[in-house]
């Protein structure tokens, strides 16, 4: 079985570079995503984009992550809690619960795409709202940043991953899956891309931010609180094998979300 599990991680994985999403998976959402894109939005994204003297969207796929020291009131923007245990009788998701003066992804996704569609807007506020769209519509996929089960988003769950002390929310935003020998997040990105079925993009580009929230939020009961669940520990060996699938279906979808959401609000 354990040489099934690898033979399996190995065909899926070679001549890539993959990971969960830490800086590189949030590049491959990106690279995705311009594989959707109108040839309009491209050329205002090129216009936007030539403020900071860059070209593709991967260029400033992390800069809301580069600036959160220096802004600190952005930090609850990348997550919503969303509590894995549901209330009878409350809504799964409740913003005056989950997103109190709208700080958190959702409304945020929501907020700077609006800002996307005003014609008038200076462009370097513009370029700002483009920057955080890119990285948010990213984050609101990663399972743990859509769901609360009073850890911190897996933060306080300490864990062995791959011979490294860590802890979950860790293993899934940026240690989920080590470096191959040979590949790069271009051409897994570019790989992702053609696996993608018509049915699929059709499926996908449904939705708000909302309903991908709430979707997060189902595999991260499901899944990681629900049938990969370990007590605090050692991961076992299958773990890294069987959240391949689910990271690699997450990534494909944010990357074409973020198409469909750009195709929108520059069009």
């Known amino acids: 079985m354990r040489l099934l599990l690898a033979s399996l991680l190995f065909t899926v994985c070679v001549n890539v570079d993959a990971f969960a999403w830490g800086s590189e998976a949030h590049r491959i959402i990106a690279e995705i995503a311009e594989q959707y894109l109108e040839p309009e939005t491209v050329q205002k994204l090129h216009e936007l984009l030539a403020l900071d003297n860059v070209t593709d969207l991967d260029d400033v796929a992390n800069w809301a992550d580069d600036i959160r020291r220096q802004r600190p009131e952005t930090a609850p923007w990348h997550y919503v809690d969303i509590p894995i245990h549901s209330t009878p009788g409350v809504p799964e998701y409740s913003p005056a619960r989950d997103c109190p003066i709208r700080a958190c992804v959702i409304a945020k996704i929501e907020d700077f795409a609006a800002k996307l569609r005003v014609i008038r807007m200076p462009t370097r506020e513009k370029l700002e709202a483009l920057k955080f769209v890119v990285h948010f519509v990213g984050d609101v996929h ?78 991260a009961k499901r899944v990681i609180y629900g049938r990969l669940a370990h007590l605090p520990g050692q991961l076992p060996e299958t773990y890294q094998a069987e959240a391949l699938l689910i990271v690699n279906k997450q990534l494909e979808k944010a990357g074409v979300r973020l198409a469909m959401l750009l195709n929108f609000a520059l069009k």
């Open 142 to 219: 990663q399972p743990l940043h859509a769901a609360d089960n009073d850890d911190r988003g897996g933060n306080e769950i300490r864990v062995e991953f791959m011979h490294h002390l860590t802890n979950l929310h860790a293993v899934w935003d940026s240690g989920m899956l080590a470096r191959p020998v040979l590949g790069n997040d271009r051409e897994y990105s570019l790989k992702l891309a053609s696996s993608i079925t018509p049915d699929q993009l059709d499926e996908w580009r449904g939705g708000t931010p909302v309903t991908w929230a709430l979707e997060s939020h189902e595999i």
